[in-house]
Structure formats: structure tokens, C-alpha cells
């Protein structure tokens, strides 16, 4: 902590400076990923990456803006899961003592509170137990961040989010930090911006998407208005993901040059989540589908359109490194057999989509299944468009639903309602899907997405209810 006279100097730099400077550079130069955490516009903004990467004191940066100290009701609060973690040495309450004084706070230490000349207040709080949200329910927090993300319940930030208002013109702001953790509810959230190995695609980093939360599911938009145009009594919010690195902080590796050594040193998986920022590696993970299942249902064999019934299933993905893909699926007596499959990657929107209309026109299916978050909801617009009066259905996936279709897929495949050709790239997908976390351990999923999108429909189109007898 500053002696007195210390802190009274840094207040009158502080008044100074409040006039003539919007961010806090007064204090410390931010390195270039904290200044994109700073600079970010998203109601909510997730910080995650390796140790010692500057998040959490890029979290006490953002909430002690200056132009939100000049504010008398500002109130921000940052929370950990518990209280020793923020009073432990060099935690929050003893990294804001470094610098809160500068900017003319002053502590409270049983509130574990800063209040600053304006009236402005920045507090620390925790949430140990789920119920403990409820403490804050006739709260209007403009300014709520989370240090540690992963350490806290999906229900308890979502229902913080909803306590997030501010009455007095303050843009209510929500913001998160965190190392990886391929266990947590966070992981599956931020999935867009997570490449299939579990290293964030650099080209995402700060992308700005749109949800909305549906019966307690999240849906994504790439824009506002295509969510409120789907959900119109909905408030989209605007969420992105920073990532960091140990690299990106030479601050601590010029301090503390043995830190890194302290992470290589760890076990592997630790090691690639905490100093490579990896989000998919994990102790150990349970399956979804049954290996000898997977083995008995591979008796299949692609074959060219022929008389008989056929459901076409697609799961469309656009630019990135996922694959537009889609599946022909034979309905026999007993079984659903994959007779083809088109996958593209990186190919454009309208020759992904001619590509499909030549195979619905071979195959002539019975049903056409779309995963229609978002890009696949064009794809559909465009299908009607093109082959008015074909039969086609929007499957939207949501944490909920792709339990449920891949609980369908697992299901299928135990019952041996299912036939795939032994050399379907599924079966190497199927082999690595993790049954927590509902996507691959690592690699690709879009072709069991794409099965799944099919599932949604597998008791339409099974023995005991054969499709043709039911409407839809
Ligand atoms: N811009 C900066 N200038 C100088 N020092 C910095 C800067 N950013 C961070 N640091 C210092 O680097 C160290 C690590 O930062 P911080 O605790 O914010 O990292 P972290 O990403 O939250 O780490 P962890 O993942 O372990 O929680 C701290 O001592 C912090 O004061
Ligand atoms: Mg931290």
C-alpha cells in the first residue's frame, strides 16, 4: 500500500490528468491485447488465455476508466468465486492497491470496496454457493465483471446479466477473464471462436456475435437484427472473446523470467491450458458413441441415387475451417443407411448451395434436414427458393438440442438402426466425441453434426414409424 502522502500526490495527478485523458495510460501502458480488451464495445467480453497473460489486471484497468470515475453513480463489481481468492496475496484486493490509489481511491476493507472522488464506487464480492446470487436481486449493476469465468456456474452469469441496468445513462457492461478450461459451460459458449485442435482462431479474436437466451438455451446470430427478427420480443446481446498469451505480457517475463519455466514444467494437459491457451485438452473424457457399436454399424457402402426413400441432411458452415456437409441417408426396412456424403471447406456460399440442389435433385429425397442457426438459415431461404414445392426442414441447434440429437445418433447406433460405408469420415469423428462437452475431443464433428441434424428426424423415418405414414 501507498503512505498517505504518496496517495495525495497521485490524487492531484490524478485531478490533473481526469480532465485531459480517457483511459488510464496514466498509470501504465496497457500491451496491445489488454488495449483490445479495453477498447471492446461488446456488452460482454471474455479475456481468456494462459497464466500470467495480464488479464485480471486488465479487468481492474477496465472498470477504473477515467471517464467512468468522473461518474458519482457509477458502481462496478468484480467478483470471484470465493473470498480468499480475492484477499489472497497479489489477488485482486492486493493488485488494486497498487493503483486504484492513483486514480484517488480509497479502501474499504471490510466492503472490499473503492470509493473515488466522484462519488463513483468499484467493489469485490463473491458468489460462493448459487443461491448467492439472489443477494444481488434489487441490484442495478452498470458495470459487473467476473475474474476466473470458468470458476462460476452458467446460471450465475446469466443471471447476473439480467441484473445488469443502470438507470443513470451508464452503458451497462459485463466482463470476463479466465485460463482455459475445456470443462467448463464456457468452453461450448465461446465455441465460434475456438479452432477444432482447441487454439482460438486468430482472425476471431474480438469478433463481435449476437445472443439471445431461449428457455434457458443460447442462441447465436452473426448480426442484431437477425435475431430480433427471429425473436422479436428478445434483447440480443453483443458478446465477444479476446485471446492472450504468456507472450502477450513481455511485462511479467521481464519481472519474473523463471514464470515460464513454471509453466512448462507442468503436466501436459496443464501445460497446453494454462501456457499454450489451449481449450479442448482435458484430463480424461468419456465418449458419447459406443466403439463396438461404431464397428458393427460400418457395413455399409456408398451407392448412386437408386428407387427408393431418401433423406438428405446438411450442416452448413461457411468460411471458416469447419465443413459445409451433407449427407444422403437411405430409408430401408430396419435401417438408415448413409449412401453419400458432399463436404466442402472454404468453398463460396452459392457454390456450396448449387452443389446441395444437384444432389436433391438426384436423390430426390423425401425431407431435406438444415442446421439452421444462422448461415443455415440462407441456405434454406435459398433452397425454397430454388426448388419450390421439395420439402425442407430447419433443425436449430442449441446446447439442449444437440444433446438431444446426439443422444438420438448414440441411441441409433446401439440399436443398430444405422449403416455407414467403413470408411465414412464419421467413424474417426464418432470415435472422438466427447460425451461431456458434446463436440470433438479434438479434430473435426461436422459430419456427426450432420448426423445428428438427421436424427432430429429418426423417428420419422424409422421401421416402427416409417416416414411416409406421417405428416409434417
Ligand atoms: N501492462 C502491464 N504492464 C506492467 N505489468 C503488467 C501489465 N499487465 C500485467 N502486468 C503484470 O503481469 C502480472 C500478471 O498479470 P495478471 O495477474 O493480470 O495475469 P493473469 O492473466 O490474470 O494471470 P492468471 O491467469 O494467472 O490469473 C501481474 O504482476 C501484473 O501486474
Ligand atoms: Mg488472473
Same mark, same amino acid.
Given at each position: 500500500m501507498k503512505t498517505n502522502s504518496q496517495i495525495k500526490a497521485a490524487i492531484a495527478k490524478l485531478e490533473k490528468n481526469l480532465s485531459n485523458?480517457?483511459?488510464?495510460e496514466l498509470l501504465l501502458q496497457p500491451q496491445p491485447r489488454q488495449r483490445d480488451f479495453l477498447e471492446s464495445d461488446a456488452d460482454i467480453c471474455l479475456f481468456g488465455?494462459?497464466?500470467?497473460?495480464g488479464k485480471s489486471l486488465s479487468l481492474l484497468l477496465d472498470f477504473a476508466r477515467a471517464e467512468l470515475l468522473k461518474l458519482p453513480h457509477y458502481g462496478g463489481v468484480i467478483f470471484r468465486r470465493t473470498y480468499p481468492e480475492i484477499r489472497n496475496e497479489g489477488g485482486l484486493w492486493d493488485e488494486s492497491g497498487l493503483w486504484y490509489p492513483l486514480l484517488g481511491g480509497v479502501p474499504n476493507e471490510s466492503r472490499l470496496s473503492w470509493s473515488f472522488p466522484s462519488g463513483a464506487t468499484i467493489r469485490f464480492s463473491h @458468489?460462493?454457493?448459487?443461491?448467492?446470487?439472489?443477494?444481488?436481486?434489487g441490484s442495478q449493476l452498470s458495470r459487473v465483471g467476473f475474474d476466473?469465468?470458468?470458476?462460476?456456474g452458467r446460471k450465475m452469469i446469466f443471471y447476473l446479466m439480467s441484473r445488469m441496468?443502470?438507470?443513470?445513462g451508464i452503458k451497462p457492461k459485463m466482463r470476463l477473464t479466465c485460463n482455459?478450461?475445456?470443462?467448463?459451460?464456457l468452453a461450448g459458449f465461446i465455441d465460434w471462436w475456438i479452432d477444432p485442435v482447441g487454439y482460438p482462431y486468430a482472425n476471431r479474436s474480438g469478433v463481435i456475435r449476437w445472443f439471445i437466451v431461449l428457455k434457458g438455451d443460447v442462441v447465436w446470430g452473426q448480426t442484431k437484427e437477425e435475431l430480433t427478427e427471429l425473436y422479436p420480443s428478445c434483447q440480443p446481446k453483443s458478446f465477444t472473446f479476446i485471446s492472450a498469451k504468456l507472450t502477450d505480457n513481455p511485462a511479467l517475463l521481464q519481472k519474473d523470467p523463471g514464470y515460464l519455466a513454471n509453466l512448462e514444467a507442468q503436466d501436459p494437459v496443464e501445460r497446453a491450458r494454462l @501456457?499454450?491457451?489451449?481449450?479442448?485438452?482435458?484430463?480424461s473424457e468419456s465418449k458419447l458413441f459406443d466403439d463396438d457399436s461404431i464397428l458393427r454399424c460400418s457395413d455399409g457402402a456408398w451407392m448412386p441415387p437408386q428407387k427408393g426413400r431418401y433423406l438428405v441432411a446438411c450442416d452448413p458452415n461457411f468460411g471458416g475451417a469447419d465443413f459445409f456437409e451433407v449427407q444422403v441417408w437411405k430409408l430401408e426396412p430396419q435401417k438408415v443407411c448413409l449412401v453419400h456424403e458432399w463436404r466442402s471447406q472454404k468453398q463460396s456460399v452459392v457454390s456450396s448451395i448449387a452443389q446441395m440442389i444437384n444432389i436433391i435433385n438426384l436423390y430426390n429425397p423425401l425431407l431435406t434436414a438444415v442446421e439452421s442457426n444462422s448461415g443455415g438459415k440462407i441456405v434454406l431461404e435459398r433452397l425454397h427458393q430454388e426448388l419450390p414445392g421439395r420439402r425442407f426442414e430447419g433443425v436449430l441447434t442449441t446446447a439442449t438440442s444437440k444433446v438431444v440429437n446426439t443422444d438420438r445418433l448414440a441411441i441409433s447406433l446401439l440399436n443398430q438402426e444405422l449403416s455407414f460405408p467403413p470408411?465414412?469420415?464419421g467413424i474417426p469423428e464418432m470415435h472422438n466425441?466427447?460425451?461431456?462437452?458434446?463436440?470433438?475431443?479434438?479434430?473435426?464433428d461436422d459430419a456427426v453434426m450432420c448426423a445428428s441434424v438427421m436424427c432430429a428426424f429418426i423417428d420419422r423415418v424409422s421401421s416402427r414409424s416409417p416416414i411416409g405414414s406421417t405428416s409434417y
Open positions: 485523458t480517457s483511459t488510464n488465455g494462459s497464466a500470467g497473460s @458468489l460462493q454457493h448459487e443461491k448467492d446470487v439472489y443477494r444481488w436481486q476466473e469465468v470458468t470458476h462460476f441496468r443502470s438507470p443513470h482455459p478450461d475445456a470443462e467448463s459451460w @501456457l499454450d491457451g489451449n481449450w479442448k485438452a482435458r484430463k470408411d465414412w469420415i466425441f466427447a460425451k461431456h462437452s458434446r463436440q470433438a475431443a479434438s479434430g473435426y
